[in-house]
């Protein structure tokens, strides 16, 4: 599965040294995803200030990953936020989103459906 380059690039850096690992995850409302947390001594000197908990808006250009079949683990573009509700397949009528994956294909497929990747 695809993952954000600058997200790689950390892990990269730190390899081969001891750190925490919390897997906890929850998909639903409330999202949580895994966290690797440095050991202490590494906090100060050599990881990268981040703007933590800075909230990234769902807009067009964002990148993102869809998280639900058929298009799971697949990173992509957001291109449009379609402002009505629109009847899916599974005939609920649902805020969706249209994102262009690598290659230039266009879909679209619910918000609730995507997280966004941070870069």
Do not use: H, W
Request: aromatic share 4%; glycine share 6%.
């Amino acid at each position: 599965m695809s993952m954000a380059e600058k997200t790689f690039d950390l892990l990269r850096r730190f390899s081969g040294r001891l750190t925490y690992i919390n897997s906890a995850t929850q998909i639903r409302a409330g999202v949580i995803r895994p966290e690797i947390i440095p050991r202490p001594e590494l906090l100060a000197s050599e990881v990268p200030e981040t703007d933590v908990g800075a909230e990234v808006e769902l807009k067009p250009g964002v990148l993102i990953r869809i998280i639900k079949d058929p298009y799971f683990g697949l990173l992509a573009l957001v291109r449009r936020l379609v402002v009505e509700p629109v009847k899916v397949e599974s005939e609920a009528n649902l805020r969706v989103l249209e994102a262009d994956l690598a290659g230039g294909r266009r879909i679209v497929v619910p918000r609730a459906n995507v997280e966004i990747i941070e870069e």
